[in-house]
């Protein structure tokens, strides 16, 4: 994930101290049911489309602008889907952050999916019964997107049982 300018610039004040921030995460699904899935560039992992909003920018607006610079596909949010503090992050340079994520179920309307920036190494629809290898937090999203459920709030009912991994992830 690029680092946005405007973190870049408290980094030079706080240095690597722990650094509260917005996070958006997009579950595109299109026509067909498949959700739309990254390759990060730094970690090599796939994931779901995700990003930090720019000061003053509002999450559906996130959710559009992070698909289409990483994916170039166009969508259109649909619905919350869970509101969610994760645990802290240390990065390889020191710093640390912690995201209170905010994901939004969207629908594909145009655009064919591609790497469009640095961030990514390959971007791809999958079927949601043959995902590639995922981490639990994106299973998470994509199970809840995938109900037609009230949104999710950590702490607010039942704990959020781990999906069971497709074969072969």
């Known amino acids: 994930m690029a680092t946005p300018d405007?973190?870049?610039?408290?980094r030079t004040s706080i240095g690597t101290q722990l650094l509260w921030?917005?996070?958006?995460?997009?579950?595109?699904?299109?026509?067909?049911?498949?959700?739309?899935?990254?390759k990060r560039a730094d970690t090599g992992h796939w994931t779901v489309i995700g990003g930090i909003p720019e000061p003053g920018e509002q999450p559906a607006e996130t959710a559009v602008r992070e698909v289409y610079e990483e994916t170039a596909v166009r969508v259109v949010p649909e619905r919350v889907v869970l509101v969610?503090?994760?645990?802290?992050?240390?990065?390889?340079?020191?710093?640390?952050?912690?995201?209170?994520?905010?994901?939004?179920?969207?629908?594909?309307?145009?655009?064919?999916?591609?790497?469009?920036?640095?961030?990514?190494?390959?971007?791809g629809w999958f079927a949601v019964d043959a995902l590639p290898a995922l981490e639990d937090y994106a299973l998470i999203r994509i199970k809840r997107a995938m109900e037609s459920a009230p949104t999710w709030f950590q702490g607010m009912g039942e704990e959020l049982p781990v999906p069971d991994r497709p074969q072969g992830a």
């Open 84 to 123: 969610e503090s994760g645990p802290p992050v240390q990065y390889p340079n020191g710093d640390v952050c912690q995201f209170m994520d905010i994901t939004l179920r969207c629908r594909a309307v145009g655009g064919e999916a591609k790497v469009n920036d640095d961030e990514s190494l390959e971007v």
């Open 21 to 38: 921030l917005p996070g958006v995460t997009a579950v595109v699904f299109d026509e067909d049911g498949r959700v739309l899935l990254g």
């Open 6 to 10: 405007f973190i870049r610039d408290l």
